[in-house]
């Protein structure tokens, strides 16, 4: 009887954007991931982790064996999150050198992405922001980051109808029932790691 009433586990999800901007889409799509955990998924709570204080990589800030304080931060945001949802514009082929940054940063050791789920959303131009995507998941490999495989979220920013607002603001109602199917499976992917 105590197992019904026991509360359900809150899966807590760290959200990284690879933008700067606070306009910037790809943010758009996790503060439409927040409104809908709030709205419409229980058992998930995500935190925005702004890494625009982050030095950049320079093993000699690692002083006597400790990290900058805005590292050691982010560090400890990391390590105490269940799961992650990045949110990758693509630079060139490639992941932005904030994003890049911040996953070497943790990766220092020990590393504190191991051993966790992961999901990525992307918008933009073309492809949707989809080969920062294929990146990030060659970095995984080697970080130990299990990432969902489907469902793939990649988004055409500039095509019609509108899908974000003038503010970065996700406003398509089909995208923001794919972002959904994203977290729903990110949500079991992380019970399922947590349970093995």
Known sequence: ?????????????????????????????IRSAIDLTKQSLDGM???YIDISPLP???????ITGKYPPAVA???DKILQSDCFLFASPEYNYSVTAPLKNA???????PNVWADKAAAIVSAGGGF????????????????DLHFINKPEFFLNAFES?????EDGNLIDPEAKERLKSVLLALKAFTLRLQNK
């Open 73 to 75: 931060a982010f560090r």
């Open 161 to 165: 109808p509108p899908k974000f607002d």
């Open 103 to 109: 996953i070497d940063w943790a990766s220092r050791p």
């Open 1 to 29: 009887m105590e197992s019904a009433l026991a509360p359900k586990p809150i899966i807590n999800v760290a959200a990284i954007c690879g933008s700067l901007r606070k306009a910037s889409v790809n943010r758009g799509l």
């Open 56 to 62: 950049m990589l320079n093993t000699d800030l690692e």
């Open 128 to 143: 949707g922001g989809g080969r920062s995507q294929y990146i990030l998941r060659q970095s995984g490999v080697y970080l």
């Open 45 to 47: 709570s995500i935190e």
